[in-house]
C-alpha cells in the first residue's frame, strides 16, 4: 500500500493567516492526491482533486500544489470556518489511501 | 443536488455481520463509483472498497475476506457487509461517490459527495 503522511500533526494559526500543510507519498503518485476538509461530527469535504484543481464551491483561498511525492495544500486570510482538519488522500493505485490529518485550530 | 443517505445496525456484538446501505438521489447512478470509507480513532480514514454500476468490486486487501459489497440499481442504493466483526472494526462507516476527472493524459479518481457516516460499536 502507499503510505501518505503529513506535516504538522497539530497547526495553530490566526484568522487572516496563510498556511501550508505539507503531504507526502511513500512513492511516486504523479497528480493521483485529494485534499479533504473534516469538522468535527461531520464527513470529510473534498476541496481539492487532481492535486491543483479547486472543487466546485470551495473558497479560491484553498489552492494545492504539488506532483511525484510532495504535495501541498494552502489556505490563504484564514476564516474561523476553515478551523478543522485536513487530510491527503492518494488515488493512484487501489487500496486508496489517507494521510493521518493536520489539524487546524485558532492560536 | 446529489445526497447520499445511509443507514445499517449501529452496535453489534463480535462475530456478527455489519450491515449498511447508502441511497443515492438527485443524481446518476451509473456514471459513478461507489465506496466504502471507516474511521476510527485509532486507524483514521480507511476505503473498504468501490463498486461500480455494473456490480464490479475492488476490496482493500485487508478486508477482502470480511467485505461484501452489492448493487440495487433498480433502487439507486449500494451496501457493505462485514462478516465476524471485533471491537476493531468499530468506526464512523461513510458512503461516498467516486468519479474521475479526465485530465490532459490521465484520469484522475476523487471522491465529491459522502454520506454523513453511520457510527458501529462493537461490543459483547
Known amino acids: 500500500d502507499i503510505q501518505m503522511t503529513q506535516s504538522p500533526s497539530s497547526l495553530s494559526a490566526s484568522i487572516g493567516d496563510r498556511v501550508t500543510i505539507t503531504c507526502r507519498a511513500s512513492q511516486i503518485i504523479t497528480s493521483y492526491l485529494n485534499w479533504y476538509q473534516q469538522k468535527p461530527g461531520e464527513a470529510p469535504n473534498l476541496l481539492i482533486y487532481a492535486a491543483s484543481r479547486l472543487q466546485s464551491g470551495v473558497p479560491s483561498r484553498f489552492s494545492g500544489s504539488g506532483s511525484g511525492t510532495d504535495f501541498t495544500l494552502t489556505i490563504n486570510s484564514l476564516q474561523p470556518e476553515d478551523f478543522a482538519i485536513y487530510y491527503c488522500?492518494?488515488?493512484?493505485?487501489?487500496?486508496?489511501?489517507f494521510g493521518p490529518g493536520t489539524k487546524l485550530d485558532i492560536k | 443536488q446529489v445526497q447520499l443517505q445511509q443507514w445499517g445496525a449501529g452496535l453489534l456484538k463480535p462475530s456478527e455481520t455489519l450491515s449498511l446501505t447508502c441511497a443515492v438521489s438527485g443524481g446518476s447512478f451509473s456514471d459513478f463509483y461507489w465506496n466504502w470509507i471507516r474511521q476510527s480513532p485509532g486507524k483514521g480514514l480507511e476505503w473498504i472498497g468501490e463498486?461500480?454500476?455494473?456490480?464490479?468490486?475492488d476490496y482493500t486487501p485487508s478486508l477482502k475476506s470480511r467485505a461484501t459489497m452489492s448493487i440495487d440499481t433498480s433502487k439507486n442504493q449500494f451496501s457493505l457487509k462485514l462478516t465476524s466483526v471485533t471491537a476493531a472494526d468499530t468506526a464512523v462507516f461513510y458512503c461516498a461517490r467516486g468519479r474521475l476527472f479526465r485530465g490532459t493524459s490521465a484520469y484522475y479518481f476523487y471522491m465529491d459527495v459522502w454520506g454523513k457516516g453511520t457510527t458501529v460499536i462493537v461490543s459483547s
Open positions: 463498486i461500480n454500476h455494473s456490480g464490479v468490486t
Open positions: 488522500q492518494q488515488s493512484y493505485t487501489t487500496p486508496f489511501t
